[in-house]
């Protein structure tokens, strides 16, 4: 068994063609995993009849030699994705009992090639936080432990149940989703790679809206190889979001026999932060070593405006939020607690439907909208993002690819950062410029910290470069060979 | 001639500009595929994008912007290429997503211009500030249920244009008159049908008053008058209020209105909101909506003739006075009509008989252009039979009530009843000479002079010719034989 939930997705997809392996073999194995492993909390829900069921189907496609691209493949989708049949929380109260009668574009898509639906991930309660403390159906636990410690861990946000779910060899990818770094810092806090794609690359259909100029939905998976394969299924333009983007989605798994040699890379020298940690900076160092190696040159670039980057999307994010959650409201769906008039329920509801954080950043996005401080904050938020977004214009004159770390810090104890929120919205420091300009992003793990935790490094990329970003990232992650395990895992 | 209202203090001037909500022509809702006929089953026309439900986005409708787009042109207005979506931000229970998707700094229409016609023959020029999209709210009913309310979302996402004009207008006449060419032009257009009383189109009326030479005063806005008639009505009685607390030493305080038909009076928006503080934001759902401009073009050249148009035409082609062609360009399907009948016709007498005999059988029988009995066809049939001589006037009008009444055609009618005029003098010579001989007393006070019994004369031989004298032979005989 453990073998089958050690396998790469791309390694299972050749058994399951070869028909060395069946995808129902191979679902049992991950079905049987997700229920020895229920103490991390990574999945809300769990679908193992759904599971079998799409199984067999794919079993009899692979007979019949009508397999899709991903025919078989046991996969865990964020319960930010509406699944039709399957209740949909986004971990919030306000959404308990709530069964979408539709399927998200970029989940039918992946059903579409033929994947198999283990269930639905955990997360921070509408995607806002970094360490899936948030989520109104518990913490998820990092399946790694620090060295010595048996303190649970975080496995980072939003996307924690995911990236845990990815860790721990419950399914062989998932479906996150990335707003401020909601992919890559916990892809990098669990020692998994995740990739937030180019801002329209992926269909926002049918995904709860957090933030909806800067929400994109990823893949999660144990290498570049998988988040390749896997974005490419779920990719591709959808007229029913007016913000994806009609361009044609390239084989990016194929772009990652191209090599790196020649390639430009750029270092922003805003990024070496006053107090950033010397593991941190030593992966970065090592990162850029690894790059020259392989035959990249390196370049320090500037990036001016990306010290005001966190400000800005602290005010842009729970602006749109602020509006985006106001249909939350016990009328037509989810939770309604009745008052005496409509301002009661209005009032009853969403105050027992929401949790702290979701409370707070709608707010901040209230706040930052209102009459009188529009200009200050949101107006001024904007032109600080059009900064950023040119100086990343600028930079692509120069390079081809831009190497960052991917966190300031590896996974951090529950209960940690918890006192002020401002110290855990810096998790998303290295993050969020990626959002805000609406360019790709990777995170591949590099390296353990001192205490044995995977640490990450972060690639960005020109808009609808992937292709560039995946093939830095297999650069990386053959240089680290980061063979390191979770302490939790199937078969462990 | 100036409208002004006396108070106390001395005399005072109105100042009104209308925000006019008219609800697209359109298959579909504005950002979803929902259909938009008005009257279904509530709630069977709502799609998950107009119920909000998660993970639902907005994908706007083509065909809404291109009526939007027709009716700028029809308003001789700047239509900006590039517009903007904003949320505008409130709760309310039939507002499903919590905002209502408008525009806000960046409107698809920008100024325009509405010549309007008042009752003494003058015309007006109204500006218009604006014209945005936005999408309608559902429908809240609060007498379905002792304790709750009943919200309908058949309505929620259908298009809406929101036309505003500038405070341009001085009365209640130049407020009706000013909807009345709006809603022409409008139907016109085929981009609202101006039904008010299905709430297809509703206006909210801003009036503040002053005195000459004064810069504005404070206004108050009149929420969803729903007639031409209520928004005169209307307009004059905020007016009056407003003079009252000002004449009173009072402060006339900025606020929204309803005005109560029943009672003509306004009364203030017992708010079941707060004040709001609306939050607009650009829509990040949707891009920046940029149009073409050959396309733009493209819909200009399609446009259809427009009341002022149609009726400088008329009156140069069909050499109608100015009275008569505003008359006939009111609605299409009226001016169609006219030009079915006058075209190869006496344009004038056509005129005549659409604006009089016509209008009013139609007025009589209830029935519109569309279902009239009498066809454009059979009434210029009618005309042909004056102006050939087949009938004369007065036959002529016994003919179209015929007509009205049969729908039938009145070359049939006049054979049917032998109703022909009699052109033969002979038979005219000898009626002549019978009136003349029965009547020898008027014949001798005729001849010393008094020249108005000719009239008398007239009336007696078309009498005895039961109608159907021809009168011009009626008279040269007369002349010939009273000598």
């Known amino acids: ?492 | 001639m100036t409208y002004t209202l006396e108070g106390t203090t001395g005399t005072w001037e109105v100042v009104v500009g209308l925000e006019v909500h008219a609800q697209v022509i359109s298959q579909s809702k504005l950002f979803s595929g929902a259909a938009t006929a008005f009257g279904a089953e509530p709630n069977t026309q709502v799609s998950f994008v107009d119920a909000a439900f998660p993970g639902m986005l907005p994908v706007i409708n083509g065909e809404c912007v291109a009526q939007a787009v027709r009716t700028g042109l029809g308003l001789n207005a700047q239509i900006n290429l590039e517009s903007r979506f904003d949320r505008k931000n409130y709760f309310y229970a039939d507002l499903p997503a919590g905002y209502q998707i408008s525009q806000y700094q960046h409107p698809i229409v920008g100024t325009g211009v509405v010549t309007i016609d008042l009752a003494d023959g003058t015309t007006k020029e109204i500006g218009i500030t604006r014209l945005h999209l936005e999408q309608d709210a559902g429908k809240s009913l609060h007498d379905q249920h002792p304790t709750k309310s009943y919200i309908d979302l058949n309505r929620a996402g259908v298009a809406l244009m929101e036309i505003v004009s500038e405070p341009d207008i001085r009365s209640p006449e130049e407020a009706g008159a000013y909807l009345t060419k709006l809603r022409q032009i409008l139907r016109y257009l085929g981009t609202c049908d101006g039904n008010m009383e299905e709430g297809s189109m509703r206006a909210d009326v801003n009036v503040s008053v002053r005195k000459a030479g004064e810069a504005y005063r404070t206004r108050c806005e009149v929420k969803n008058v729903n007639s031409i008639r209520f928004v005169m009505q209307a307009v004059e009685a905020e007016a009056r209020r407003q003079i009252a607390v000002w004449e009173e030493g009072g402060e006339v305080a900025q606020e929204t209105r309803l005005f109560d038909s029943a009672r003509g009076t306004t009364r203030s928006m017992r708010s079941k909101e707060h004040a709001h503080d609306y939050r607009y934001f650009p829509d990040p759902d949707l891009l920046p909506l940029v149009l073409d401009a050959g396309w733009v073009e493209s819909l200009k050249a399609k446009l259809p003739e427009l009341p002022d148009a149609k009726a400088a035409r008329f009156m140069r082609d069909y050499g109608l006075p100015a009275y008569d062609a505003r008359v006939l360009v009111a609605e299409q399907a009226t001016a169609d009509f006219y030009e079915a009948v006058a075209i190869g016709r006496d344009a004038k007498l056509a005129a005549n008989w659409m604006m009089g005999d016509f209008f009013a059988a139609l007025n009589r029988t209830g029935r519109t252009i569309a279902d009239s009995p009498v066809s454009a066809a059979n009434l210029g049939k009618l005309i042909d039979l004056i102006a050939d001589a087949t009938i004369n006037g007065r036959i002529a009008k016994e003919v179209f009530e015929a007509m009205v009444e049969t729908g039938d055609d009145p070359t049939a009618i006049v054979d049917a009843k032998g109703l022909r005029q009699v052109t033969d003098t002979g038979a005219i010579d000898a009626a002549v000479a019978e009136v003349l001989a029965r009547n020898a007393d008027k014949v001798a006070e005729y001849r010393s002079g008094k020249d108005k019994l000719f009239g008398f004369f007239v009336g007696q031989v078309m009498k005895a010719m039961a109608g159907k004298g021809n009168p011009a032979l009626v008279n040269d005989v007369l002349r010939k034989q009273l000598g």
């Not at chain 1, 479906?175 to 992919?183: K, L, V």
């Open chain 1, 1 to 492: 068994m453990s073998a089958l939930t050690d396998l790469t997705l791309a390694e299972a997809a050749r058994l399951l063609a070869a028909k060395k392996v069946s995808a129902t073999e191979l679902t049992q194995a991950h079905v049987d995993a997700i229920e020895a492993l229920a103490s991390l909390n990574a999945f809300i829900v769990t679908t193992p009849e759904r599971a079998l069921a799409d199984a067999k189907r794919a079993d009899g496609r692979i007979a019949a030699g009508e397999a899709g691209p991903l025919e078989g493949i046991p996969l865990a989708i964020k319960d930010l994705f509406c699944t039709a049949g399957i209740q949909t929380t986004a971990a919030s109260r306000i959404l308990g009992g709530f069964v979408p009668p539709y399927e998200s574009t970029v989940s039918a898509n992946l059903w579409r090639d033929g994947a198999v639906c283990l269930g639905k991930t955990n997360l921070d309660e509408f995607a806002m936080g970094s360490s899936n403390t948030t989520s109104a159906y518990g913490n998820v636990v990092n399946p790694w432990k620090r060295r010595g410690d048996n303190r649970d861990l975080v496995p980072g946000g939003s996307s924690g149940g995911s990236a845990a779910a990815v860790a721990a060899r419950l399914c062989l990818g998932a479906t996150a989703t990335d707003t401020g770094g909601s992919i890559r810092q916990p892809a990098a806090f669990t020692g998994t790679v995740g990739i937030k794609p180019t801002y329209g690359r992926c269909s926002r259909w049918g995904i709860v809206a957090f933030a909806s100029s800067l929400d994109q939905a990823g893949p999660m998976a144990r290498t570049v190889e998988d988040c390749a394969i896997l974005l490419r299924s779920m990719a591709g333009h959808d007229p029913k979001d007016s913000t994806s983007a009609d361009i044609a989605v390239p084989d990016f798994a194929a772009a990652l026999g191209h090599g790196v040699k020649g390639l430009r890379i750029g270092v922003p020298k805003e990024y070496r932060l006053e107090g950033l940690s010397p593991e941190i900076a030593a992966l970065w160092e090592q990162g850029i070593a690894w790059l020259k190696e392989a035959g990249c040159t390196i370049h320090e670039i500037g990036l001016p405006h990306a010290k005001y980057a966190l400000p800005a999307y602290y005010i842009v994010a729970p602006a749109e939020a602020s509006s985006n959650l106001a249909r939350y409201d016990g009328v037509r769906f989810g939770l309604r607690v009745p008052g005496d008039s409509l301002d009661a329920q209005y009032e009853a509801t969403r105050g027992e439907g929401f949790g702290a954080e979701v409370r707070r950043r709608i707010m901040i996005g209230t706040y930052v909208l209102s009459a009188g401080y529009y200009d200050a904050y949101y107006l001024k938020a904007q032109k600080v993002r059009a900064l950023i977004a040119r100086d990343f214009d600028v930079a692509w004159e120069s390079v081809d690819a831009i190497l960052t770390p991917a966190t300031p810090n590896a996974a951090f104890a529950i209960g940690e950062n918890q006192d002020d929120p401002v110290t855990m919205y810096l998790n998303d420091i290295f993050t969020v410029t990626a959002n805000l300009a609406g360019l790709p992003g990777i995170a591949v793990p590099a390296g353990l910290d001192a205490s044995g935790l995977p640490l990450g490094l972060q690639v960005i990329g020109r808009a609808f470069d992937e292709e560039t970003v995946f093939r830095v990232g297999r650069a990386i992650e053959q240089a680290a060979g980061f063979t390191a395990m979770p302490q939790l895992r199937a078969g462990a």
